[in-house]
């Protein structure tokens, strides 16, 4: 992948967790993060800068600086175990859009 | 409220078509201001972007380049959807693939709605 997650990462219930994304794209566009469920299809959590589509909770948030995006979760219940993916537009000619490969947030 | 309703079929034999049809709701295909695209998952890939089409007083697409020579992605503004060609398959291209809506902000372009997924098995 042109944009690098950790594959997993745990945290206790109701502490607060940090996933990150690196990758060149992100000097120059915002990234997006997407949660995904077992089965199911990706959904938005957070857009461009720090953007929460309407049903999302507020412990979700984003951040970013270089070449690191990073996705915040505050408080984090069992509900909140999944897949995330960070995605960018591309500064690369093969593909418009890139995809980080994933990370497996664990609740403990 | 967007919906995208995937079809097609989940078994496609090597060399063949890979056909699927996504249904758009609550959206036009012909809208100025989405952009419609299709996304596979697979363990080894990940997700990988694989083209879209869209309009802006005529129609346009983009397509990967990994995949440029064997993909089509048409839309249909008759039945309001658009629909995925992948030709010459290989199991390479066993994947779950996903049509999703593009839609951008002032500060970032990304997939908003997303189809059910369809996993498509290439194998004889």
């Known amino acids: 992948s042109e944009l690098t997650q950790d594959p997993a990462v745990s945290v206790a219930l109701g502490q607060t967790v940090r996933i990150t994304c690196q990758g060149d794209?992100?000097?120059?566009?915002?990234a997006n993060w997407y949660q995904q469920m077992p089965g199911q299809a990706p959904v938005v959590v957070i857009y461009g800068k720090n953007n929460r589509p309407s049903g999302i909770p507020d412990r979700f948030s984003g951040s970013g600086s270089g070449n690191t995006a990073s996705l915040t979760i505050t408080g984090v219940l069992g509900e909140d175990e999944a897949d995330y993916y960070c995605g960018s537009r591309n500064t690369s000619g093969n593909r418009p859009w890139v995809f980080g490969g994933g990370t497996k947030l664990t609740v403990l | 409220q967007v919906q995208l309703q995937q079809s097609g079929p989940g078994l496609v034999k090597p060399s063949q078509t890979l056909s699927l049809t996504c249904a758009i709701s609550?959206?036009?295909?012909?809208?100025?201001?989405?952009?419609w695209n299709w996304i596979r998952q697979s363990p080894s890939r990940g997700l990988e972007w694989l083209g879209r089409t869209y309009y802006r007083s005529k129609w346009y697409n983009d397509y990967a380049v990994s995949v440029k020579s064997r993909i089509t992605v048409n839309p249909d503004t008759s039945k309001n959807q658009f629909s995925l060609q992948l030709n010459s398959v290989t199991p390479e291209d066993t994947a779950v693939y996903y049509c999703a809506r593009l839609v951008g902000t002032v500060d970032s372009y990304y997939f908003d709605h997303w189809g059910q997924g369809t996993l498509v098995t290439v194998s004889s």
């Open positions: 609550g959206d036009s295909v012909s809208s100025s201001s989405s952009n």
């Open positions: 794209s992100l000097r120059s566009y915002n």
